[in-house]
């Protein structure tokens, strides 16, 4: 027998055994999201420039609306309670315009040849989802610096600041994949940015970012609740804020949010070769 006859078996069981596959899986994931990492080195005045309306919210908006204890957050100060919004808001930002990226890599052809790649969809997808997460650190580190300027309740224990970056990471995982199906649906740069403002306010609005849910309409106390900005934004509140103030069990914030995520994921990745067509 020759040596690839030999071989084929040995590749075969490989294939077959779930760790090596999921090995497999992870490495391609990584590998996109690495990929992705190098154009923020290209580029990363755009990190910081997108940090400047945080800055602006938590600066101008909550000093005005705390001076004027016009809206009611019980026991929990009004900047203390807006500034896990604001990193949710500041998170949302940066992914939700993500998916512009595929229509450039569409146009440059760089898509194509990932299509023609043997790393499955639902990596690239993984993939691009993993690397916004990645830019979404940066607003971490501004936000967290800001709101300690400002005298608001953090809390540094470790371990809730391992759960915050999980929760980005998750929540830019949501809010990019669903870029990513509209940069799918529409196809051009003009649309999608459309689009994407479109999506952007209300999701932003239509959550417990800037107020309680209880001071909404019971319209849009439905419409909040059925909003996975309101998850991410309860999370952050209870891992951020050195009282914990979420106002929903944070395990359901992360199985909300995951459960969207790997929704979204495999939808995607199922449209993902559309956008070429």
Known sequence: MTQPALDAPHAASAEANPFVALRRYVSKTLAIAGMEAQKMRQDPT?????????????????QVMAHMRAIDTG?????????????????????????????WERDLGILQKFLA??????????????????RSLTQVLIIYALAALLGVGLSFNPLRIA???????LGAAVFSTLSLLVAVIVKTRERFMGIGQVITM?????????????????????????????????????LMLATGAGAVSLLVD?????????????VAARLYGRITT
């Open 46 to 62: 755009e990190l910081f420039t997108r940090a400047v309306q945080p800055a602006l919210w938590l600066l101008v908006f909550g």
């Open 75 to 103: 026991t929990t100060g009004y900047l203390d309670f807006l500034a896990p919004g604001i990193l949710a808001q500041s998170v949302l930002f940066v992914a939700i315009f993500y998916g512009i990226a595929i229509i």
């Open 117 to 134: 790649s043997p790393t499955p969809r639902s990596a690239l997808v993984a993939g691009k989802a993993l690397s916004a997460g990645m």
């Open 163 to 169: 759960g915050v970056l999980a929760i980005v990471f």
């Open 202 to 238: 209300p999701l932003f609005f239509a959550s417990n970012a800037i107020y309680p849910i209880a001071a909404m309409p019971r319209w849009l106390q439905v419409v909040a609740y059925v909003n996975p900005l309101t998850y991410m934004v309860d999370a952050l509140r209870e």
């Open 254 to 266: 992360v199985g909300v949010l995951l459960g969207v995520a790997v929704v979204l994921i495999a």
